[in-house]
């Protein structure tokens, strides 16, 4: 069973539009995070979230909404999307903040034209 | 500039070779994790160091933190082709446990 799973895996679409990447993940973990990765592999944290509640906010701009309807769910809504939000979204998840390891899902790789 | 840097940027070795990799960071951290990433995947956790340890072994994988440089190191030991891949640490900067900074990562490539 895939720990941490994201769908879709391609996102390919224009400028303006909005999209969603949804995760899951079925460790019963209570801490959940996205980050993306740009071009040159440098990670960044966008968003925690600890039992559904919303913990860290990366200074993203707005137009991104994470929302978590339960503690196995974190899902990514971006409105109005950008050329530079071009990118690899990742999920992880961990048992109780950044004191344990995390886990990756496979990552949303977007593309935006 | 960010929380971990890794140095070198890029790394090329023979197989059997070791492969050592640094992370310096800025700010005092509760604890150093070190991640692998493969292409086109998703990261993978190695080890976490906590700041009260000095060194750390997994197999072959060792590292070592030093708190008084804000340095740590990673060392993989009789390289193998499957160990090339990318190599992250990241840092918990002691701001309350729910974020995490990683580094530019290092780029291993292991010659069969």
């Known amino acids: 069973d895939t720990a941490v799973s994201q769908t879709p895996k391609y996102l390919v679409t224009q400028m303006g539009n909005d999209k969603s990447i949804k995760c899951e993940q079925n460790?019963?973990?209570?801490?959940m995070y996205w980050y993306k990765q740009d071009s040159k592999k440098f990670l960044k944290i966008m968003f925690s979230?600890?039992?559904?509640?919303?913990?860290i906010n990366e200074t993203v701009p707005n137009r991104f909404s994470p929302k978590s309807p339960d503690k196995a769910h974190l899902n990514l809504h971006i409105n109005s999307l950008e050329l530079g939000d071009s990118a690899v979204y990742f999920c992880?998840?961990?048992?109780?903040?950044?004191?344990?390891?995390?886990?990756f899902g496979p990552g949303t790789r977007l593309t935006v034209t | 500039s960010q929380q971990g840097e890794e140095d070198p940027q890029a790394l090329s070795i023979q197989e059997g070779e070791n492969a050592t990799m640094n992370c310096s960071y800025k700010?005092?951290?509760?604890?150093l994790q070190w991640y692998r990433q493969n292409s086109g995947r998703g990261l993978v956790h190695l080890i976490l160091?906590?700041?009260?340890?000095r060194e750390k072994h997994s197999g072959r994988l060792r590292v070592t933190l030093d708190t008084s440089k804000k340095s740590s190191s990673l060392l993989i030991t009789a390289s193998r082709a499957a160990d090339t891949a990318s190599y992250f640490c990241?840092?918990?900067?002691?701001?309350?446990?729910?974020?995490?900074?990683f580094g530019a990562g290092t780029r291993l490539f292991v010659k069969a």
């Open positions: 979230y600890n039992n559904k509640e919303l913990i």
């Open positions: 992880a998840s961990s048992q109780g903040g950044n004191s344990y390891e995390q886990y």
């Open positions: 990241a840092t918990d900067p002691n701001t309350g446990g729910f974020k995490t900074i």
């Open positions: 160091i906590r700041s009260n340890e």
């Open positions: 460790l019963g973990h209570d801490t």
């Open positions: 700010t005092s951290i509760n604890n």
